[in-house]
């Protein structure tokens, strides 16, 4: 509160904060906070007049832009209709003085309660402000929008408002004005829908929880089955220490393992649903609750399999910089001269260091292609053509393309005694399982006999069905058009 968010030197450059319009509409707002200031800010700049009531005048007045009148709070009340209130749930009994100027006005209600206060209310804010104020009419909304979202304009942040009410004239008075600010407002219903609306801010990213908690899991199994392979099978059998692996090799042998893994995870889903519709003959049956789940959370994998793949090119870039490569090199070196080898070319494993390089960074451009394309504001750009081109076609190449890149880092070593260390397998081996399947599946799925079928049905054909259904003569062109 001692330092506002917006300075009064950067407001009052800004020359649409200058002075009102005549005649523009005039909103109240209660409260001198940072989110009753930055909204103060967005409704002058969308040409509202406004009316800031405070305790205090002359000492907030100095907060708020030039444009914006700052009172005492019975002034702001009487000269307006709709009126925000950016007060605390706390603070709520301390307007009860303005009961009588209040009766008949539109309270919007912005605040956010605590986790805590969430537990122990059974009602929401804007229920409790709605009970103490029987005569206003109260409007749950903009407690989704932070105090820099107004500032910046809502091009940098969340554009949705949900609003509900029990009022349809107040939820379309109060829409309207968040359409002037440049929002979308979003009709939750009733008043009842405050408490599911006051919670939203309470959830910390709820779509990344199962996604983040797969990566993870698979990531201390690669890492802890490579710890056993390369660190403690060494240091057993051969008393050797390789503890300094931990914090890079180990790491940077781990990762690609959970993004190739977390790849073929996107596009599985999509196998599993497919199969379902052509065992089923129907696309009017929902899917089990945790395919839905699954094809809900594909973006979310596909983009912590892109965070993945991009870490472990930063890790393999800084391979060559570790002190024991050096050493490495210069045992290698010594090695040389003491076996009197002036040449060491090996031209098999040059070619397979060279290829495997290149599908790497071919794979990992395709999937970068990918997660660009997952922001909102690029795919708003495309035509659902375009981006099921970008997330269905070009994906299954980054996961062919991943799928060679680990093939040709294994390369014959499959098939070396000398690799299963503990009897283990070696790494690249485990993950190739799922992809491989994942790969083969979609193979199938491009059957004629098959791919057809499912066209069918997804326009539309059931099994069981009596009416009689005809691809178009282009059925080629009927696959790119038709969607789930």
Not at 294 to 306: A, E, V, Y
Request: some cysteine.
């Amino acid at each position: 509160m001692d330092k506002p968010l917006i300075s009064r030197r950067l407001v009052d450059s800004d020359a649409s904060l200058a002075e009102a319009a005549s005649g523009a509409p005039k909103v109240g707002i209660l409260g001198t906070g940072d989110f009753a200031r930055s909204l103060a800010t967005r409704l002058v700049r969308s040409g509202f007049s406004v009316v800031v009531g405070s305790r205090n005048p002359k000492r907030t007045a100095g907060l708020f832009p030039s444009a914006a009148q700052v009172a005492f709070q019975v002034e702001a009340v009487d000269s307006s209709e709709v009126i925000f209130v950016a007060v605390f749930r706390e603070h709520y009994s301390s307007l009860c003085g303005l009961s009588s100027q209040l009766a008949g006005k539109i309270l919007v209600d912005v605040s956010n309660p605590t986790e805590q206060e969430h537990l122990q209310h059974r009602e929401s804010n804007a229920e409790y402000l709605a009970a103490l104020f029987p005569t206003c009419t109260v409007v749950k909304a903009f407690n989704v929008i932070s105090a820099w979202t107004l500032q910046a304009g809502p091009r940098d942040g969340n554009r949705q408002v949900p609003i509900c009410s029990d009022q349809p004239e107040a939820k379309r008075v109060v829409s309207e004005l968040a359409h002037a600010m440049g929002f979308m407002p979003v009709d939750m219903g009733s008043l009842a829908a405050a408490r599911e609306v006051e919670a939203r801010p309470l959830h910390l990213l709820p779509s990344w929880k199962v996604p983040a908690i797969l990566a993870l899991g698979l990531f201390i199994f690669f890492y802890s089955y490579n710890f056993i392979r390369d660190v403690l099978q060494p240091y057993v059998q051969e008393g050797k220490s390789k503890f300094y692996k931990l914090p890079l090799s180990v790491v940077n042998t781990s990762l690609p393992c959970v993004a190739y893994v977390l790849l073929s995870l996107v596009y599985l889903p999509g196998i599993l649903a497919a199969a379902l519709q052509l065992w089923r003959g129907t696309k009017y049956r929902r899917f089990p609750d945790w395919l839905d789940h699954w094809l809900q959370h594909r973006k979310q994998i596909g983009l912590l399999s892109f965070f993945c793949a991009a870490l472990h090119a930063l890790y393999s870039v800084c391979l060559p910089v570790r002190i024991s490569y050096r050493y490495d090199l210069v045992n290698l070196a010594i090695k040389q001269v003491l076996t009197n080898k002036s040449h060491l070319w090996v031209e098999e494993n040059v070619w397979r260091m060279e290829i495997y390089l290149s599908l790497g960074v071919l794979a990992l451009g395709t999937l970068s292609l990918l997660a660009v394309t997952s922001l909102p504001s690029i795919a708003n750009s495309l035509n659902w053509r375009e981006f099921s081109f970008v997330q269905s076609t070009l994906g299954f190449v980054a996961l062919v393309l991943s799928t060679l890149h680990t093939l040709t880092y294994g390369w014959t070593r499959a098939f070396e005694e000398s690799r299963y260390k503990f009897y283990l397998p070696p790494t690249f081996t485990l993950t190739l399982l799922v992809p491989c399947v994942v790969i083969l599946a979609k193979a199938l799925l491009l059957l004629p006999c098959l791919s057809r079928r499912l066209s069918k049905i997804r326009r539309g054909w059931e099994k069981d069905s009596t009416v009689k259904f005809t691809l178009p003569v282009d059925h080629a062109l009927g696959q790119k058009t038709s969607h789930l």
